[in-house]
């Protein structure tokens, strides 16, 4: 796969610090939201909870040893966090945003794990961690705001002991609301981002104070696995929101949820086209050693 650079999204003008600041301000602002959208029950919290308890499940399966180390990058209000605590990890919880901390270590105290979590801020791009250290990563929710995954990926690898596991989610390009909907159909992107910059350099329309919200297709994300030498063991997506056209919904929310259970239940039984077709895209890797 070629080597890209630091600004890896395309079309992104900005520098990775600049991009970096403002996924800051936007989670920062939206912070509670992410505490109680696991209480909620519309179709984005429907599917946020269902990425959840697969990516358990997942670390569940593992089997590793209690007392295995653990990082979750991204920790936000700490509920993965607090459920990794309570299953015998001890884990270091990452988040570039303050609050998030506070949110996090607030979740830990009230669960009474605190004994098993250690949290402070840190960014996926540089990790503050000596190498081989985890059984275990995980970075959910974090891909697609990160203005280099590649980068992200070397240091998730890094850290990694040898045959440690990775677990991690990225937004699905080719999910089948973006594929029904021309106002989001994936091949049209770049053009789309293309439009924007011009728009905004001749000064038709404001800077967008908005963070790039990357997508990827299961192909392409694989292949920055295998680039950094993460072996994919398995592979799954989940989330169907309602359709939409020119993204505005045309459904009702009660409608969304059962069509996102019906469709997820065809995707949960292999069927094709629909199994590759969910909005989250979740990876179970292992870190691969070189062979002497």
């Not at 607090?82 to 949110?103: E, F, H, K």
């Not at 909907?181 to 350099?201: A, M, T, Y």
């Amino acid at each position: 796969m070629q080597q890209r650079t630091d600004n890896e999204i395309p079309g992104l003008r900005l520098s990775g610090g600049e991009h970096q600041n403002l996924v800051d301000a936007r989670f920062q602002s939206t912070a509670l939201y992410w505490k109680e959208i696991y209480e909620r029950d519309n179709v984005d919290a429907k599917i946020y909870q269902q990425r959840w308890a697969r990516v358990l499940r997942l670390v569940d399966e593992l089997g590793l040893p209690p007392h295995s180390h653990a990082l979750e990058i991204g920790c936000g209000a700490g509920r993965t966090t607090v459920a990794l605590a309570q299953r015998g990890y001890r884990v270091q919880a990452v988040d570039t945003v303050p609050v998030m901390i506070d949110l996090a270590r607030q979740e830990v105290a009230k669960a009474g794990v605190g004994d098993r979590v250690a949290t402070s801020l840190g960014d996926v791009h540089s990790l503050p961690f000596r190498d081989n250290v985890f059984s275990l990563v995980l970075a959910i929710g974090v891909a697609s705001w990160l203005h280099s995954l590649d980068r992200a990926m070397r240091e998730m690898f890094r850290v990694l002991k040898p045959h440690g596991y990775l677990v991690i989610t990225a937004a699905n390009r080719w999910s089948l609301d973006n594929i029904l909907d021309p106002g989001s159909f994936p091949g049209l992107q770049p053009i789309r981002w293309k439009v924007r910059n011009v728009l905004e350099q001749f000064g038709l329309r404001k800077p967008g104070t908005e963070p790039r919200h990357h997508m990827y297709s299961i192909t392409e994300f694989d292949a920055f696995l295998s680039a950094v030498r993460l072996e994919k063991m398995k592979g799954m997506t989940v989330g169907f929101k309602p359709f939409s056209f020119l993204n505005h919904q045309l459904l009702p929310q009660s409608v969304g949820v059962k069509m996102h259970q019906k469709l997820q239940s065809f995707a949960d039984r292999g069927l094709p086209v629909i199994r590759s077709a969910g909005v989250a895209y979740i990876a179970l890797a292992k870190k691969l050693t070189p062979k002497t």
